[in-house]
C-alpha cells in the first residue's frame, strides 16, 4: 500500500511538478490549493504526511496547522518561501514535524520525506526489535516502540518531531547533547548557528512537561554547549 501525501500548494505548476515527482517515487499523492479548506481535508483523508505552504489563500499554513494538530497526528511537513527564519519557528511552535525553505530542490524534498516517515511506527513493532525500548525517570515514562509518553500518569500529546526529540534527549539522559548532534541525528544536518526548530521544540516539550521556562529543571539548557535531560526531578 503506497504512503499518502497531500501537497498543500496553491502554484498549480509547482504542486503538478512536485506531485508527478513524488509519484514517479511511488506515493499516492493529492493536492490541495486553499488554505480555507485545506482543514477540512487533511481531517477527512487522513494521509500520512502533510506537505503544507505557509503561503495560501483563504487561510496561511501556520493557522492550517495550528487547526488539525490536536486531531492529526500525522507527519506535517511545512514550505516557506520567506528567508525569515520567523515562519519556521512559528510553523514549529505550532506543531508541525520540519520545515523547508523554498525553492526545494526534488530530491531534498524526497529525502526529507523518507527521514520523517521512517520515525513513524509499523504495525508489525515490537519491544523486542529495540536495544532499550522503555525509559523511566520517577514518574516520567517514555516508549520507543509505542512512541507514547506519560508524566504522573498523564499521557503527553506529542507531535512526531517532538517525540523524537524527547526520547533522544531521554535516552542519553545526564548527558549534555549539542544542537549539531541533536540535529544530526533528527534531520541528517549540521548546525548552521542559525537554525531555531530545535529550540522551537525544546520550549514546547518544557511547556507539556510542566517545566519552569526561566528556570528549567528537566530540560536544562547548558550555556554554549546544549541541552541536558535531568534524571531527577521526575516525582
Known amino acids: 500500500m503506497k504512503t499518502r501525501i497531500l501537497l498543500i500548494e496553491d ?19 493529492t493536492i490541495e490549493t ?7 481535508r487533511i481531517l477527512a483523508d487522513n494521509p ?11 487561510k496561511d499554513g501556520i493557522e492550517v496547522c495550528r487547526s488539525v494538530r490536536a486531531s492529526y497526528k500525522g507527519v506535517i511537513l511545512m514550505l516557506t518561501a520567506r528567508d525569515e527564519d520567523i515562519d519556521q519557528i512559528l510553523g ?6 520540519d520545515y523547508l525553505a523554498k525553492p526545494v530542490q526534488p530530491r531534498l524534498l524526497l529525502a526529507r520525506i523518507k527521514a520523517l516517515l521512517r520515525r513513524l511506527p509499523t ?37 512526531t518531531a ?10 542519553h539522559a545526564g548527558n549534555i547533547l549539542s ?19 530545535i529550540d522551537a521544540r525544546i520550549s514546547r516539550l518544557r511547556r507539556k512537561l510542566g517545566d519552569d521556562p526561566e528556570n ?6 547548558v550555556r554554549g554547549k546544549g541541552y541536558l535531560f535531568s534524571k531527577h526531578d521526575w516525582q
Open 162 to 171: 517532538e517525540f523524537d526529540l524527547l526520547w533522544l534527549l531521554a535516552l
Open 11 to 29: 502554484d498549480d505548476r509547482l504542486a503538478k511538478l512536485t506531485a508527478e515527482y513524488l509519484q514517479k517515487n511511488d506515493f499516492d499523492v
Open 48 to 58: 500520512d504526511l502533510v506537505i503544507l505552504d505557509i503561503m495560501l489563500p483563504g
Open 92 to 97: 514549529l511552535e505550532q506543531g508541525a514535524d
Open 123 to 159: 504495525p508489525c513493532e515490537t519491544t523486542g526489535e529495540h536495544e532499550q525500548s522503555e525509559l523511566s525517570f520517577g514518574s516520567f515514562r517514555i516508549s520507543q516502540a509505542t512512541r507514547n509518553a506519560s508524566f504522573g500518569g498523564e499521557t503527553i500529546d506529542l507531535t
Open 179 to 197: 544542537r549539531d548532534d541533536l540535529l544530526q541525528e533528527l534531520r541528517g544536518i549540521g548546525f548552521d548557528g542559525l537554525d531555531r526548530s
Open 216 to 221: 528549567p529543571t528537566r530540560i536544562k539548557t
Open 34 to 40: 486553499r488554505g480555507d479548506t485545506a482543514e477540512t
